[in-house]
């Protein structure tokens, strides 16, 4: 009974610090900044100001952190990779926003980033793959930036849609609509480009994208990684592929970039960044056995589906026990042999798999029950930390054992 007691008086110590200081306020979900925006008014610049932080969370709710630093921190990261890239995220989240508001969509949702994060997708992974088709076809310039900004706007209102639908089945609507998006565009661009400029086909509009895949089953996103099926195995690289998986969810390949975006994430969670990372190494691992092309292992093209999974079911979705890890393992695995199938059927036809195996993955593990007992699965009730989803987990175990008692 008395080491229940200390355990119980160890978490209040904890939450009593946090709240006492405001230097630990700016991290977990940075309440320091959405109490002080709270308290202005919704008109003039702080309405611009409530938007501007609905945006940096957008950009860090798309690997599960609502932060406004670490949503400022991932786009720090992009501006290193690529600074258009970087741009194109910004406008295409920025009209998410706007459209989310003007629709009055719940002003909870567009604070949080959860309207923004497709748009922020649609805008960085488009600003990748489009413009060099654009350019191999002849097509205009301008034509990549208003797909764009149509996409951004065109998130917001599939986001809601779907976010509708999703709830009778009680998951979240996650990356589907930047799926659809994103694959309706890439599957009508070539046809529209063939009426732009005549002498271009639609077949010859998707040979940068099969050629970038080089008979690998997932297209290369930014079009920079050349053929290296050749190459022997090398635990370094690696290594070095799951760490810059974190990059390849937005579409850049970096180191730094993908630090800075971990230093950010680790902000809102540490607990987030390693199952993050964990995912993308088990699956850059999975992934020597299914592919032989080591260069799209290197690249991070094989961690990124699987960093997602991780995140959502491991720590995210499901207060983080020890059930809710073994089932993002399984997860991870399954997402790992996913993309492979799907890059199979997409990659003839020019198309990138997108978040398409995270999905369907997700969609299914996290439908799965357990039954009684402190390290089973429990859907965690809110979007709090999981640090924090654990410690209450705990203590209403601990008070739960006290009341048998």
């Known amino acids: 009974m008395a080491s229940k007691d200390r355990r119980a008086n160890s978490l209040a110590i904890v939450d009593a610090v946090t ?17 002080w925006l709270e308290s202005k008014s919704d008109k003039s610049v702080w309405l611009l100001l409530k938007l501007l932080d609905g945006v940096f969370r957008g950009f860090s709710q798309v690997v599960f952190a609502n932060n406004t630093f670490s949503g400022l921190f991932v786009i720090i990261g992009l501006g290193v990779a690529d600074i258009s890239v970087c741009a194109a995220g910004l406008l295409a989240a920025t009209l998410a926003t706007v459209t989310a508001w003007v629709f009055n969509q719940p002003w909870n949702l567009i604070s949080n980033g959860l309207v923004t994060y497709n748009g ?47 709830k009778g089945a009680s998951l979240p609507p996650m990356t589907v609509p930047f799926n659809l998006i994103d694959l309706l565009l890439f599957i009508c661009l070539p046809s529209a480009l063939t009426h732009l400029a005549p002498a271009v086909t639609a077949q010859n509009a998707t040979m940068l994208q099969l050629n970038a895949s080089t008979n690998e089953s997932v297209i290369v996103l930014n079009g920079t990684i050349p053929d290296i099926t050749r190459l022997g195995l090398d635990w370094i690289m690696v290594l070095r592929g799951s760490l810059v998986s974190m990059g390849q969810v ?16 680790t902000m809102f969670s540490p607990m987030l960044s390693i199952a993050l990372f964990g995912g993308s190494l088990l699956a850059s691992v999975c992934a020597l056995g299914l592919t032989e092309n080591y260069g799209a292992i290197y690249s991070g093209l094989w961690g990124y589906n699987s960093a997602l999974t991780a995140g959502a079911i491991a720590v995210t979705f499901y207060i983080p026990t020890l059930l809710s890890v073994f089932n993002a393992a399984m997860a991870i695995v399954f997402t790992a042999a996913a993309q492979r199938a799907f890059g199979l059927v997409l990659a003839p036809a020019g198309l990138p798999i997108l978040t398409i195996p ?21 859907k965690a009730p809110d979007g709090r930390p999981p640090e924090h989803q654990r410690r209450r987990h705990k203590r209403s175990a601990i008070q739960s054992e006290a009341c048998d008692v």
């Open 19 to 35: 709240k006492s200081n405001p230097f630990f306020e700016i991290f977990g979900e940075c309440r320091l900044v959405h109490r």
């Open 120 to 166: 922020v997708l649609v805008g960085t992974v488009t600003a990748s793959i489009c413009p060099p088709i654009v350019i191999a076809t002849n097509g205009p310039a301008y034509l990549s930036w208003c797909l764009i900004g149509f996409g951004g706007i065109m998130s917001a209102l599939v986001t809601s849609g779907m976010a509708n639908l999703c």
């Open 250 to 265: 937005y579409a850049a390949e970096s180191i730094a970039c993908s630090i800075i975006m971990y230093l950010g994430i």
């Open 358 to 378: 995270f999905v369907v993955t997700s969609s299914m593990f996290l439908a799965v029950t357990s039954g009684t007992g402190f390290e089973r699965l429990v």
